[in-house]
């Protein structure tokens, strides 16, 4: 990524700069410094008073025009926690192997039960073995990689 003068974009500068500014913070900053703290919270942050001002404002302006979404458009307001890619990836929640064939349909039929106990390789062997294929072009589907 490059910045609009054609420099390549510090992303670490750009963090260091807005934690200063106090933009944003890791969350619950101030309890990883206590003895008594055993958890992580990597990835969740905290917002400063710049950033909050900011989505506060767009908040308003969206509750301003709720009325037509709330009426014309059935739309809800929600609150919510927010969970950065990142974290979300770390956790392993999304380390399931994948095929990038389209073959969900053969999947789905020929090996419903168990699939989760596979891994990778065993699952590329019970590819083959069950000469699955994709079903638009008949080719081999590839052998199952890590999803990202």
Request: glycine share 8%; with cysteine.
């Amino acid at each position: 990524m490059t910045t609009l003068q054609g420099d390549m974009f510090d992303r670490t500068l750009f963090e260091s700069v807005s934690k200063r500014r106090f933009f944003f913070t890791e969350a619950f900053e101030v309890y990883r410094l206590s003895a008594n703290f055993k958890g992580d919270n990597s990835g969740l942050s905290d917002y400063g008073p710049p950033v909050l001002a900011l989505q506060t404002n767009i908040v308003d302006t969206w509750r301003m025009s709720r009325k037509h979404f709330a009426l014309e458009e059935n739309m809800l307001e929600l609150g919510c926690t927010v969970i950065r890619k990142l974290s979300v990836k770390t956790s392993g929640h999304f380390a399931d192997w994948m095929c990038k064939d389209s073959v969900k349909a053969v999947l789905d039929s020929r090996l419903a039960r168990g699939m989760d106990s596979y891994g990778g390789g065993e699952l590329g062997n019970l590819i083959k073995r069950l000469d699955i294929r994709d079903p638009d072009s008949d080719d081999m589907v590839l052998p199952p990689i890590p999803s990202t």
